[in-house]
């Protein structure tokens, strides 16, 4: 997912066409088609990942040791398997298998660290992450699943501090992840297709997690690989072989067609996706709310999100502060519609109606 859009892909337009059949002996029911003009999603021929088998694989020996930032980066670790495991059995892939994509819920595998020694001076470059991903499926020792399971997708993030470049784009300038497929080899020795998508950490040398509208680098590592996933899913060959749901009049894949808005699911920060027509569309239970003044005794900062009114009812707030110095959250939930002034007086105010959302001493 880049700044703007995913990555630039020229494809050429397809055009389909419908025919009508008349059934013999029975009258004939012709149901209404959607104007062509609105089906902007359309489907290219390729395959889909009906049941995707995720796992996570973290390129860096700073994630096992933590570096500089001692044991928070391996424990984001335990919090990025938490994501994973609940995405892939959740209402945001249930959302894309309502819209007519041809997916449904997966599975998880525990991930493995790949401990490699990066040069931080230097890009990785998306080559290097390929053949350092086959090697770990080809390698005995790895925890890296070993590629049998067609439905699976590696989930890669890069440590930070760590430069990533595709093509001639780069993470600095031009993305903050992207998936993709190439031609492989299985543990045991089959010829394959390995799907993967790459999140760059958010931070120097890359873009900062706060100057693309995320309160947290956790927020914005897992609101990436929520884009990734769902376009890994609906288009998992892009730039290898044929498309699948892709819209061209636009040049981008689901993701990129949503890539302006977030929203929390289950206390996650991840991305709403769009219909065969355009519009957004969103997992039961999600929600989208902002922040209004207010203060939290020992918490320096409130954390904001945008919201999109009415806030939905039935569905979970969750509620979060944070200091600069970490990413641990003080964390608390209920459930819409509420009153304004709600219980606990004098902690919360929420106005169900335009999604405003106040904090203050307990």
């Excluded at 040791?65 to 892939?93: A, C, D, H, P, W």
């Excluded at 440590?159 to 990533?164: D, F, I, K, T, Y």
Aim: aromatic share 12%.
């Amino acid at each position: 997912m880049s700044l703007l859009n995913s990555m630039l892909r020229l494809v050429g337009l397809k055009s389909q066409k419908s025919q009508l059949r008349k059934r013999p002996g029975r009258p004939i029911h012709v149901e209404t088609l959607e104007p062509r003009q609105l089906l902007t999603v359309t489907y290219h021929g390729g395959v889909v990942i009906p049941n995707v088998h995720i796992q996570n694989v973290y390129f860096g020996s700073d994630w096992l040791s933590g570096n500089s930032t001692g044991n928070r980066l391996y424990n984001q670790t335990g919090q990025l398997e938490g994501f994973s495991k609940y995405i892939v059995g959740s209402s945001y892939m249930d959302m894309l298998n309502s819209a007519g994509y041809g997916v449904g819920r997966g599975t998880f595998s525990t991930g493995w660290i790949a401990g490699y020694n990066y040069n931080k001076n230097v890009y990785l470059n998306d080559t290097t992450i390929r053949a350092q991903l086959q090697q770990q499926i080809l390698d005995r020792n790895s925890g890296v699943l070993g590629g049998s399971d067609p439905n699976t997708l590696y989930m890669i993030y890069i440590e930070p501090g760590v430069a990533v470049k595709l093509w001639t784009y780069t993470s600095v300038t031009s993305f903050l992840g992207y998936h993709g497929a190439f031609a492989g080899k299985s543990f045991g020795g089959s010829n394959i297709d390995i799907h993967y998508a790459v999140m760059a950490y958010p931070g120097s040398p890359n873009v900062t997690a706060q100057s693309q509208g995320f309160n947290n680098n956790f927020d914005q590592l897992t609101k990436v690989a929520s884009h990734e996933l769902a376009e890994a899913v609906t288009d998992p060959n892009v730039n290898y072989k044929s498309l699948t749901w892709y819209d061209d009049q636009k040049n981008g894949e689901i993701g990129d067609l949503a890539n302006g808005y977030k929203i929390r699911l289950n206390g996650y920060c991840v991305q709403p996706e769009v219909a065969k027509n355009g519009a957004l569309i969103y997992p039961t239970g999600y929600a989208s709310y902002k922040f209004t003044g207010g203060t939290s005794t020992g918490f320096s900062t409130i954390n904001t999100s945008s919201v999109i009114p009415p806030t939905p009812v039935n569905s979970t707030i969750v509620v979060s502060t944070s200091t600069p110095d970490t990413d641990k959250s003080l964390v608390t939930s209920f459930t819409t519609p509420v009153k304004k002034n709600a219980s606990p007086a004098g902690q919360f105010a929420f106005d169900p109606t335009t999604g405003s959302f106040t904090i203050s001493a307990a």
